[in-house]
């Protein structure tokens, strides 16, 4: 059975849920030797509080040429610092979403923008530009995400938002600094040193 370019994209979508950029990068050089249409784009949960993809994602998705649709750039509305978000109740948003969020709402007030302009300026200042999709119901959440796209941000303020969430590096980072993999590769320092 020869695959259609529907299944191509279903099986994009689930490679990069399981393997990362590794996993993207040899679906691309099978669809290259299947003489398949390449990848062009991925799709990655990204916003001031989820930075995670900046870690390998990003850096590989400008390496290769690969657009990225960010999802979820206001945390499903939380970092939109309203007193009462409509998707969700706030006692239901996680406490270091809403960290970000009461952060992010502090440097919009000084910048003179309101949280959600101020969330969706952020992620264009980012490399590879990310396509925001947004999930706006009125005109007049539509009127502030279209507000974003005139905003421009110092550099000040995008390293203000920067500092609000550690990218965690994850793995292997994580082990090859941990003690256990340091006294592996290295030797106990105190054997070492009897």
């Known amino acids: 059975m020869k695959n259609t370019p529907y299944q191509h994209v279903d099986i994009g979508a689930a490679i990069l849920e399981w393997g990362g950029a590794l996993c993207i990068t040899a679906l691309i050089s099978s669809c290259e030797r299947a003489k398949w249409?390449?990848?062009?784009?991925?799709?990655?949960?990204?916003?001031?509080?989820?930075?995670?993809v900046e870690r390998e994602l990003l850096p590989m998705a400008e390496a290769l040429s690969l657009g990225v649709l960010?999802?979820?750039?206001?945390?499903?509305?939380?970092?939109?610092?309203?007193?009462?978000?409509?998707?969700r109740e706030k006692a239901k948003i996680p406490p270091a979403i809403q960290q970000v969020a009461e952060k992010l709402a502090a440097i919009s007030?000084?910048?003179?923008?309101?949280?959600?302009?101020?969330?969706?300026?952020?992620?264009?200042?980012?490399?590879?530009v990310p396509v925001p999709i947004i999930g706006a119901r009125t005109a007049e959440q539509m009127h502030q995400v279209l507000g974003a796209s005139a905003m421009n941000l110092s550099k000040d303020i995008v390293e203000q938002i920067d500092d609000i969430v550690d990218i965690k590096l994850g793995?292997?980072?994580?082990?090859?600094s941990s003690s256990y993999l340091?006294?592996?590769?290295?030797?106990?320092p105190e054997k070492i040193l009897k």
């Not at 999802?71 to 309203?82: E, H, V, Y």
């Not at 340091?182 to 106990?188: E, K, L, N, W």
């Open 37 to 52: 249409n390449r990848l062009t784009a991925i799709q990655v949960k990204y916003s001031a509080a989820a930075r995670d």
């Open 70 to 87: 960010a999802w979820g750039p206001l945390a499903g509305g939380a970092l939109a610092n309203a007193a009462q978000p409509k998707r």
């Open 109 to 128: 007030e000084r910048a003179g923008m309101s949280s959600v302009q101020l969330a969706l300026a952020w992620l264009r200042e980012k490399p590879n």
């Open 171 to 176: 793995y292997p980072h994580d082990l090859i």
């Open 182 to 188: 340091q006294r592996f590769a290295f030797g106990d």
